[in-house]
């Protein structure tokens, strides 16, 4: 009687793991289907709520006193909520009743910052992940240069960005954004648009709108405008609203915003 040899394993013979990745040839009818979904890096400005007060009660009589007067003035804008002032509270967030009390002003909590291991992790829990470190600012670049044709020499020469500059006004509804570097707007910001800048921000027209200076963190960054009238004014996420008067030396006049002590200072411009 005749055996049938064993079976013997094989190993098989190497693949480019490249040509794995080659599709066959379709036939005639086949039917090429587009991907359902890409994913992609991108960066978008936020605005920051800093939370200061763990009482919900309290956060929302003080939300509501200052923003009960425009409710649309957010219009479901994004926002991301920073614990540091709470860092070192004994006792638990109760993340569903902040979120709570921001969407009832048109705000939408999607990442919190600032908080220690436990309101992180509870934050977490509550449908709010982390926010992402802020990118560090770009190193210098340094060039070798030759001296005298007989050493060389190291200088440091800062990476430029440049600037972006808008020449049509803004209508509610637009934005522009100035990503690493300042913006210039030549034309009016109207009421409902909003222009942001991880630099400066300047308007040289009415400023009616939403203007964001520093919206990477920069303390140094500031605002200036030819005409002072905005909906909302921020540099590094300190904002201030309609809902408290301007000084009456920069209503509606030249001047420039700035950052001191984590207070923003409104100072007129001699044009």
Known sequence: MSRTPPLQARHADPVNSAALRV???????????????????TS???????????DVAVLAEELQRKLGDTPNFFGD?????????LREAEQPLAFA????????????PVMVTGGNAQQMADALEAGLPAAPEP???PKPRTIEVEREVIREVVREVPVQVPTLVVDKPLRSGQQA????????????????????????????GPLRGKAIAGSRGNTDARIFTTCLEPELIAIAGVYRTTETPLPKDV?????QVRLVDGV???????L
């Open 135 to 137: 990118a560090p600012p």
């Open 97 to 108: 009743d902040i979120t709570a009390a921001l969407r009832a002003h048109r705000m939408r």
């Open 23 to 41: 599709p066959a040839p379709l036939a005639a009818d086949s039917t090429v289907t587009p991907f359902a979904f890409e994913l992609k890096d």
């Open 251 to 255: 209503a509606g006049k030249p001047a």
């Open 264 to 270: 923003l200072v409104m100072t007129p411009l001699k």
């Open 177 to 204: 954004y100035a990503k690493g570097g300042d913006l210039v707007v030549h034309a009016a910001v109207n009421a409902g648009a909003e222009v942001l800048a991880d630099g400066h921000v300047h308007v040289y």
């Open 44 to 54: 978008l400005p936020l605005v920051t709520v800093v939370l200061h007060q763990a």
């Open 77 to 85: 804008d994004p926002v991301v909520v920073d614990l540091a002032p």
